[in-house]
């Protein structure tokens, strides 16, 4: 059974039973603080579980996109070396919200694995929850008692609380759950090893399918236990598993979700796979990540140095260092997967084939970049490797390179190993530890329980029409990190604060009660459908009505700048053509900043365009045309554009200004004309295929221009009050580069001259013509010197230094002919005789150049260099 039809079986059968069928959610998470990304089934489903949401309907099913790179859920240093584990997985799964329960759950599991897919009931076993002292919590007899009805009682096997308590994380909703193991084994070795003695035992083919997770208890603070008012189902069947058992493989890569890319990666490297253990790996990891980047990409979150952008960069990297190591790929190729991934899995994920060319921009450029630091990497692990005079490498300097240059510590390992020389693993590791001590620290928090005032589980919003509004508190909790220390978040019944989201910030303003007492709201973010406001103390009458006042003058500066944004698409398209589509967005009161797809730098011209073409819209006073509660395929056929890599609802709001429709939760000004003007203030690349627009509306224009003028007239009395300004700096630009050039003239003849004195200064030390001497040039002069005089010699020895702004500079030169017979270094030297001048440096063996701070060190340094030639 081909894969497609596995996965459209799945969500056909639960559609009969009264499921509606929901898409997957983007993995990259917009409003969960807990989580970088998606990385079980019932992530994207939270705020149904915390009952801060109704679902539309309380049977639910999908396939729904996960990652497990970091945190609890983790299996990336896993992947490749087994069959089963993946960064990226589908998880097929069913739902309930306090409809039904065990018994549903339980039944239809059974009728669609062992009637539907037809898989042998002899080869499953199941396993229960056998209770938990520690918790109080009793052996899960219902779910045994069910499982009797279907399957033998010697299958029904006894878990604990780390294989059979789900829970979502340290603190939320958790309960017990009921496993499905598969024993895809041979009959020989089943008669062996009995397969429920291997059942979680991380054997590759007796493994877990489907987890039903009975969702009826809450984890507190404290860590104790509460039982929810409302009982849920959450399931989730790892899709690729359920293919290898259906398709009748030992291994998820034999599958036809994997098989596909595997045979473009064995045509692009040519090597086969199933031949050699290490080059298998490699090809698993590879065609496992390509899949977990292109998924990221197309879910807007692009390669970086920092959060969710840093994980997608770590998986790419791991790929191309495998690439790189095992398969001898020096240049990019993963790239080139994206067609096959996007063609295989397109129709069930249409957004991997309307971002392909995206996807494949970015992948070969983060390729390129790596592959450029791997060689960076060699030179500056070769330095170690000279500098090291015993055969262990030091665990800190592995590290370093590790830590500042992304150098992957098993390929240090792997070249140390072949050049002779072991590793500090001990170092490195306790370095390593020091790292994470040190991250751990600084991000690490303690969130109390909620403190509930009043039940009041309805929360309305009413910023867009209010600014100002008398609430209650109907919950608080404080929340303590390194960063913030102690912070208060606080829930009210109706709020007219603006929560963080679609790139906009959340409002800042301040609670006042009866007394004139004020407390100041320093953020308003939004966390699983509930908006929390941020204070750094809570009010001293908690039980009172406040007045709750939006900072107004923030607001209307990022209401211009918000609106700014979809007038600069509607202009961006319209300029360059309707292949931009947005990628990302900040819209802070100072400044907005807008990411696009484009392949390339905007001109001048362009530039000038789109600003006009935004500033025609302002001056054309446009109305604010807003329906909040519009059905998405309505929106959609008004010509409303969505964003890829956002959750929308089955309604959505929909806000126009003349020819620009956009979905969008996000505040905005009444009017275009209340924007005044709009500038752009830089543009730039952020990866490839993605440009950067950072531009300012309003009063920070304003501010801009009265800037702009003051240095003008600055630049205007420097130049002696020019009538042409412009012409007057050409002028002296012109002047300085004659200038220049007369003085490289000069530096070049008296190079000449002191090439000579050099020359007739060299003496014989033990065969070879040795010189070290302080001279009056710059670091070319010096080089040039060098080289001449080298030309003329097979056996120089020169060492030069020289100072320059009271800095110090020491060049080395060597003979080839030297290098290669006496085994020296010009490198080697440098580094040495840098510590005299409290500096460093390096270069090639023939020449080479150390910079440092102490110019009076030149001297020592020229005095100790006789030394390597003794």
């Avoid at 496992?288 to 990221?296: L, N």
């Avoid at 484009?598 to 025609?616: G, I, M, P, Q, Y």
Wanted: with cysteine.
């Amino acid at each position: 059974m081909k894969s497609q039809e596995i996965r459209s079986k799945f969500l056909s059968f639960f559609e009969d039973k009264k499921h509606s069928i929901v898409p997957s959610a983007p993995m990259v998470l917009k409003d969960d603080p807990t989580l970088m990304f998606v990385n079980s089934g019932m992530a994207p489903f939270k705020e149904f579980f915390l009952g801060n949401a109704e679902p539309k309907n309380n049977r639910l099913a999908d396939t729904q996109k996960c990652l497990r790179v970091s945190g609890k859920h983790n299996d990336l240093e896993e992947v490749g070396y087994d069959t089963y584990h993946h960064t990226l997985f589908e998880m097929l799964g069913n739902w309930s919200f306090g409809d039904y329960f065990k018994e549903e759950a339980i039944a239809w599991a059974w009728e669609l694995l062992t009637r539907v897919f037809k898989i042998d009931k002899n080869i499953l076993y199941v396993t229960v929850f056998e209770g938990d002292e520690g918790d109080n919590l009793p052996m899960d007899n219902e779910a045994y008692d069910f499982w009797k009805k279907h399957i033998s009682e010697d299958r029904i096997l006894k878990g604990n609380k780390k294989d059979n308590f789900w829970e979502m994380g340290d603190q939320g909703p958790c309960g017990p759950c009921s496993e499905i193991h598969v024993d895809i084994r041979s009959a020989e070795e089943k008669a062996k090893v009995d397969g429920k003695d291997l059942v979680n035992m991380d054997h590759p083919q007796v493994v877990e399918i489907w987890n039903l997770v009975f969702m009826q208890y809450n984890r507190k603070a404290n860590g104790s236990l509460e039982s929810l008012p409302n009982k849920h189902i959450d399931t989730g069947m790892g899709f690729e598993r359920l293919c290898m058992v259906l398709q009748g493989v030992k291994s998820n890569y034999d599958t036809d979700v994997f098989t596909p890319i595997i045979r473009e990666i064995e045509t692009i490297s040519h090597k086969d796979y199933g031949k050699d253990e290490k080059v298998d790996i490699a090809i698993r990891v590879i065609s496992d990540h390509v899949r977990a980047v292109a998924f990221s990409i197309a879910d807007g979150q692009l390669p970086s140095n920092t959060g969710a952008g840093y994980v997608i960069r770590r998986i790419l990297r791991r790929a191309v260092r495998y690439g790189f190591t095992f398969l001898d790929k020096k240049e990019p190729f993963i790239y080139r997967l994206v067609d096959v991934l996007s063609e295989k899995m397109g129709k069930a994920f249409p957004e991997l084939k309307s971002q392909k060319q995206l996807i494949q921009n970015v992948i070969k450029e983060e390729e390129n970049s790596f592959l450029r630091t791997l060689d960076q990497g060699l030179i500056l692990l070769n330095r170690i490797v000279d500098d090291t005079k015993s055969k262990t490498v030091s665990g800190e300097k592995a590290f370093e390179l590790y830590d500042t240059y992304g150098f992957p510590i098993d390929l240090t390992s792997l070249i140390l190993s072949e050049k002779g020389y072991k590793l500090d693993e001990e170092g490195f590791k306790k370095e390593l530890q020091k790292q994470k001590e040190r991250s751990r620290a600084a991000s690490e928090m303690s969130t109390d329980d909620w403190t509930v005032l009043s039940e009041d589980a309805e929360q309305e919003f009413i910023g867009y029409d209010a600014l100002e509004a008398n609430v209650k508190i109907t919950r608080y909790r404080k929340v303590t990190s390194k960063k913030e220390g102690d912070m208060y978040q606080m829930v009210f019944n109706l709020t007219p604060f603006y929560a963080e989201g679609g790139g906009q910030v959340g409002d800042k303003g301040y609670l006042e009660d009866s007394h004139g007492d004020v407390v100041y709201i320093l953020d308003t973010k939004k966390e699983n459908n509930v908006i929390i406001h941020f204070a750094k103390n809570l009010p001293k009458h908690l039980n009172e009505t406040f007045k709750a006042v939006v900072d107004s003058k923030q607001r209307y500066r990022t209401e211009c700048n918000h609106t700014a944004t979809h007038l600069l698409h509607q202009a961006l398209r319209e300029v360059l053509g309707t292949h931009v589509e947005q990628k990302g967005s900040a819209v802070h009161s100072k400044y907005l900043r807008f990411d696009f797809s484009h392949f390339s730098k905007l001109t001048v011209d362009e530039l000038r365009d789109v600003e006009n073409f935004v500033n025609a819209r302002i001056d054309g006073k446009l109305p604010l045309e807003e329906n909040r509660n519009i059905p998405m395929e309505e929106a959609i056929a008004q010509g409303a554009m969505a964003l890829f890599g956002e959750k929308y609802g089955d309604t959505v709001r929909a806000i126009r200004f003349g020819q620009s429709v956009e979905l969008c939760g996000g505040t905005h000004v009444k009017n275009t004309s209340e924007i005044w003007h709009f500038k752009i203030v830089s543009e730039g690349a952020v990866a490839a295929g993605i440009r950067r627009i950072e531009a300012i509306t309003n009063d920070a224009v304003k501010d801009f221009y009265h800037e702009n003028n003051r240095a003008y007239f600055e630049m205007k009395d420097l130049l002696n009050n020019a009538k042409e300004p412009v012409k007057a700096l050409q002028n002296l630009q012109d002047e300085n580069v004659n200038l220049k050039k007369q003085i490289e003239a000069l530096l070049k003849d008296k190079a000449k001259n002191i090439k000579g004195d050099l020359k007739s200064q060299l003496t014989d030390v033990n065969g070879i013509q040795f010189l070290a001497k302080k001279v009056d040039l710059d670091a070319a002069g010096i080089k040039d010197v060098a080289f001449e005089l080298g030309s003329q010699f097979d056996n120089l020895f020169l060492l030069l230094g020289a100072e320059q702004n009271g800095k110090a500079l020491l060049s080395c030169y060597i003979s080839k002919e030297l290098v290669e017979s006496k085994e020296l270094n010009a490198g080697q030297v440098v580094r040495e005789l840098g510590k005299f001048i409290q500096g460093g440096g390096g270069g090639q063996p023939f020449f080479a150049t150390a910079g440092g701070k102490n110019a009076g060190g030149i001297e020592e340094a020229l005095v100790a260099a006789k030394e390597f030639v003794k």
